[in-house]
Structure formats: C-alpha cells, structure tokens
C-alpha cells in the first residue's frame, strides 16, 4: 500500500471519457495525485450489457483517453469485474480514501454510487447534461414529464456554469496493476463486421471536437438539412455526447455566438438529450415497458415467439429486407456504420412497430445492440415516443407511410447508397418501384394500405 500522506484521489471514469470539462477530474486534481480508472462491469447492467457496436466504440474511446493522459504522464487504469469491488481494490492498494465521479443515471449506475458510497467517500459531480436531471422543475416543483414547457424552462437556465478546462494531473508515487485493453476482447474478430465502422467514426475527446469545428460551418443549414438523409445535414456528434468525449455545456459554448434558426433547431434537439435523461431522472425502468397501459399485454402486438409470420418480419426488418426501400437504407446503414439518420430512425422504427405490428421493444433491444450511440434514455424515450405509448409521444393513430416519407425527404441517393439493388432506378421510381423492376430486391412484406387498417384496428381494440 502507498503512503496515505499522499492523499491519492481516484477519479471513476464511466460515460465521460474527456479531460476537459470533465468536473470530477478537475475537482480531484486539486486535491491530490491522480489515479484515473474504468472498469468494464458487465453484470451490473444485467441484460443492458454493452451491445456490439458500443463495445467497438467504447475500445477506440478508452484508448484515446489513454493517449491523453499519457500527455500528462498519467495512465488509464482498466479493471474488469464487479465495478464496487474493483474501485475498492484499487482505494487498497493505492491509499485513496476518496472517489470522485459524474453522477450517471441509469438505474444500474445509481445502484453503484449508492453501493460505492457505503464503502467510501464518494464524491458526485453533474457534468453530462446541460442542467442536472430533475432539476428544472414546473412551478409546484416537480420535474417536467413533456418535451416542450422543459425546453423552455431549461433554456432560461443556460448557460448554467462556465466550461473547464483540462486541469494539470499529479501523479501518484506508484500506479495499480491495469488490465491491457487489447485483452478485453471489444472488437469482434470472427467474423469482423465493424469494417464500416472503422472508415466512419473518430472515437476520442480530440475527435468529437473536430466533429464539432467542422459542424459549426454548417449549423445555419441545420434547419433544411437535417431532415435530408442524403446529404451529411446533421452534427453525427451523437457517440461523441453518449461517452461524454464531448460535453454538452461545451458544445452549447461553442454554438453561443450562433443565431438563426438552424443553431436554435440544433440547440433544441440537444435539449431532447436533456429531456430523454430527466424522464429516466423521473421513471428508471421507462425503456423497459410502455409508459401507457394500453401498450401493454393486453394490446394486439404480432409476437415474433408466437404469432405466425412475426418472427420472418422482424428478421426482414433486421436485415433491411422488408421491401420498403427507404426503411432497408436505414436498416442496413445501421448495420454498416452503427449509425443511422434521425428522420430515417422515426420511419424505420415507425415501420416495425405500426406497419409490422410488433412491440417497439423489440426494436429498441435490436438498437441497443446495434447503435454506436446507443443511449439508454436517448432510445428508450425515442422509441416510445415513435410507439405512441410514452409519456410524452407521437399519437399511435399518426401513421407515417414511408413511401410518402422518403419521396418528401428526398431519400434517393441515401437509397442508392444503402440498397445497391435499386441503384439503376430514376428519382421518381426509386422510393415505391414497381414489382417488374425490382430485380433482386425483395416484394413488400405487406401493402401500406392494408397495414396501416391492421395497425388502426388493433389500436382501437386496445383502446375499447
Ligand atoms: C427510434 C429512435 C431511437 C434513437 N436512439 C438513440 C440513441 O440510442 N442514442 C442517441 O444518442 N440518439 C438516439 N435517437 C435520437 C437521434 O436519432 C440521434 O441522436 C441523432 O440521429 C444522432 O445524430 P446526430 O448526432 O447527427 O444528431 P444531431 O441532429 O446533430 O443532434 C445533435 C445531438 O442532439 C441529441 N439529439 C438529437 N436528436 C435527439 C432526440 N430525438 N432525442 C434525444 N437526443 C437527441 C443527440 O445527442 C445528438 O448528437 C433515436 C431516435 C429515434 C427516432
């Protein structure tokens, strides 16, 4: 054990993999050397573990914070296990008698830091939203359940503290044995389905920012374009927020001289990322089950483990095979890229649930396993907003019909890309093309018209 005089603090990194900005690690570093440590838990979350392309995500991100403490003479110390019992170890055995972390709020993690706290002096810091969860309340003090009266209350707080910056790190007299990140196993091998991903996402605090830079020349086009999955519309800073490479109050900061409707657009939908955390602030288990009743068992769902033809449609849907070829793009840049387009996730999860009729959690768990950025609150809330069974949501009965949706948008060239099968095929024949020019590409699994009536009525069975 070291000496204690050393006053070591141990900062606990989890979803907040930067050093700027970063309130734990700027607090510990005015108190002490620095010990910083990750510990990959996969219990704890139990069947939220990671899914496959957060795993390949999560590598290149540890290892660029890696990089960057190793700036400072510092190191990354990498621990697998139970995330309580690791973090003890490592107080042993380095003398620390503190934990400094930002406080997260997946039901898992709140059960860590209220184990941890037991254990040690555990100190909780806000730093990954724009304003901490649950504290921007109506005026009877209850925090919001609806989107837009938070957005505005929220909005009226910001910005809510400075950025800071990256501190300077002392260092502790000897380090704690650290696992080698190579050895945990995050990227596939057999077979290696992230070569899309690899020519496609930066992981890294460095990275997100030049994402970010780059963004800034184009958010007073964000208004039209973000809508346009053909064109590169939108900021794709989504994994860089979810790990926290990124902070929201420094992407606010740097948008601060922006006017237009484009930055206020963008600033909007980060406020979504703000409202998504507050309904988890508020409902833990929300991704889990249909905030409204009529969603639940008693409703009509086609399921994939009994009804006849749901798990064919559900597989077609996976694969981008379902005919529709603006959902398929969709479908299968999810696979290529973990990343798909915000308006083409609303038609494509619209689809699974409405036009195949199937329960939106089997889309959010084939999400979560899929999405670079897949974010407990951020999909959960998405998805039950799409389903129409969320707290606060698009009504079941608005039925979007992609063929409409991909024409108005102008999807051609994102169909081109993403449907290689279609590719001959003009603008106007692209989006709906006829059965005699489809070639290769499969028939739709079910006619619009026809799916939308058996959507209706099983909405209306619910309901009576
Ligand atoms: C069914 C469904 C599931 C989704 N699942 C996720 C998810 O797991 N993780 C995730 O980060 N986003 C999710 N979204 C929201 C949104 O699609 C993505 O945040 C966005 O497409 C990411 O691309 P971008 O960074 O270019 O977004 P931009 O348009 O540039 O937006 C900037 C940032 O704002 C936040 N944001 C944007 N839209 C939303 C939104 N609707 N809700 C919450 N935050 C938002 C994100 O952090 C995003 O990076 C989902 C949307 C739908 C319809």
């Given at each position: 054990m070291s000496d204690t005089s050393e006053n070591v603090q141990i900062v606990w990194f989890r979803?907040?993999?930067?050093?700027?900005?970063q309130p734990a690690l700027h607090a510990a570093a005015a108190a002490g050397p620095v010990v910083p440590v990750f510990v990959l838990d996969d219990e704890r979350a139990g069947d939220r573990k990671l899914g496959g392309a957060s795993r390949w995500y999560l590598h290149g991100s540890l290892e660029s914070l890696g990089s960057s403490l190793a700036r400072h003479r510092s190191r990354l110390i990498l621990r697998k296990g139970d995330v309580v019992q690791e973090l003890m170890a490592i107080a042993r055995a380095t003398g620390a008698t503190r934990i400094h972390a930002i406080r997260h709020y997946e039901p898992w993690w709140r059960e860590a830091e209220s184990e941890l706290g037991s254990e040690i002096e555990l100190c909780l810091y806000d730093g990954n939203?724009?304003?901490?969860?649950?504290?921007?309340?109506?005026?009877?003090?209850d925090p919001y359940k609806i989107y837009t009266p938070f957005a505005k209350a929220l909005a009226q707080e910001l910005p809510a503290r400075d950025v800071l910056e990256e501190p300077s790190l002392s260092l502790p007299d000897s380090w704690p044995d650290s696992d080698a990140l190579?050895?945990?196993?995050l990227l596939p091998t057999?077979?290696?389905?992230a070569g899309g991903m690899r020519g496609f996402w930066a992981p890294g605090e460095a990275a997100a920012h030049e994402t970010l830079a780059g963004f800034k020349d184009r958010v007073s086009d964000y208004e039209d374009d973000?809508?346009?999955?053909?064109?590169?519309?939108?900021?794709?800073?989504s994994p860089h927020l979810h790990l926290g490479e990124i902070s929201p109050a420094q992407v606010w900061d740097a948008l601060s001289r922006h006017s237009g409707k484009g930055a206020d657009t963008f600033r909007g939908e980060v406020m979504w990322r703000d409202y998504t955390q507050n309904v988890i602030y508020q409902f833990?288990?929300?991704?889990?089950?249909?905030?409204?009743?009529?969603?639940?068992?008693?409703?009509?769902w086609r399921d994939p483990?009994?009804?006849?033809?749901a798990a064919e449609d559900l597989e077609a849907w996976q694969k981008g095979m379902t005919g529709y070829p603006i959902v398929d793009a969709g479908m299968r840049q999810l696979w290529a890229l973990g990343w798909m387009h915000n308006r083409v996730r609303m038609i494509a999860a619209s689809f699974l649930i409405?036009?195949?009729?199937?329960?939106?959690r089997y889309g959010e768990r084939w999400f979560w396993d899929t999405?670079?950025?897949?974010d407990y609150a951020n999909n959960g809330v998405n998805w039950q907003w799409v389903s129409g069974s969320g707290v606060d949501s698009n009504m079941?009965?608005?039925?979007?019909?992609p063929l409409t949706q991909s024409d108005k948008f102008d999807a051609a060239d994102y169909i081109r890309e993403w449907v290689p099968?279609?590719?001959?095929?003009?603008d106007d024949e692209i989006h709906d093309p006829d059965d005699a020019k489809r070639g290769d590409y499969p028939a739709k699994r079910i006619g619009h018209k026809e799916a939308r009536e058996r959507a209706l009525e099983a909405y209306h069975a619910s309901k009576d």
């Open positions: 979803r907040d993999l930067r050093l700027a900005d939203y724009l304003m901490p969860p649950g504290s921007v309340t109506t005026g009877s003090g190579d050895d945990w196993d057999k077979p290696d389905w973000r809508n346009l999955p053909s064109i590169d519309g939108s900021s794709r800073l833990p288990k929300y991704p889990e089950s249909s905030y409204r009743d009529t969603f639940g068992s008693g409703f009509r483990k009994q009804t006849k033809g409405k036009h195949l009729l199937i329960d939106w999405l670079v950025d897949a079941f009965p608005r039925i979007m019909a099968e279609l590719k001959q095929l003009p």
